[in-house]
């Protein structure tokens, strides 16, 4: 019997390090705040190219903070290891949406991890890789 009592509690053991070595916190520092007494920062991260962009709800994780002049960072806690799309947009007139303008852009200021031009941004061109806890990833808000 108290083999058994060491051998599950070994097992146990083994089993919280391998779950902990899988996921870890993920740092996103957001730059580029418009307006930083007005609105707040929605930060998105996408691990399923089927929900990018468009679908926000099933997004893997999700943050509202308060948009700062300085820039806002959010920690995410466990975040499991693989390829993810940040996104980000400020809520100037804090109405809980990304407001569009009459042929789909967005009218207030959006960050995509990668994101190098305007137009609709891809999962596949605009994905990281999350490798380690204490990863830090660097967005920046611009107006399309």
């Known amino acids: 019997m108290k083999k ?10 083994i089993l919280q390090l391998s779950i902990a070595q899988n996921s ?12 930083p007494t007005s609105g707040e920062l929605y930060i998105f991260l996408f691990d399923d190219p089927e929900n990018f962009p468009g ?13 700062t002049k300085a820039g806002s960072t959010y920690t ?27 042929i789909g852009f967005p009218k207030e200021p959006i960050a995509v991890s990668k994101m190098r031009r305007l137009g609709k941004p891809s999962f596949s061109r605009n994905k990281i890789a999350f490798v380690k806890s204490g990863q830090v990833v660097n967005v920046t808000l611009r107006n399309q």
Do not use: C, H, P, W
């Not at 870890?24 to 307006?35: D, M, P």
């Not at 806690?77 to 996104?87: P, Q, R």
């Open 55 to 67: 679908d926000v709800a099933n997004a893997a994780q999700s943050a509202k903070v308060k948009a």
């Open 24 to 35: 870890g916190k993920l740092t996103v520092q957001v730059e580029g705040i418009e307006k």
């Open 76 to 102: 995410f806690s466990n975040v499991t290891l693989g390829d993810y799309v940040i996104m980000a947009f400020q809520d100037r007139n804090k109405n809980g949406e990304m407001d569009r303008n009459l």
């Open 4 to 13: 058994k009592i060491i051998f599950l509690s070994a097992f146990t053991l």
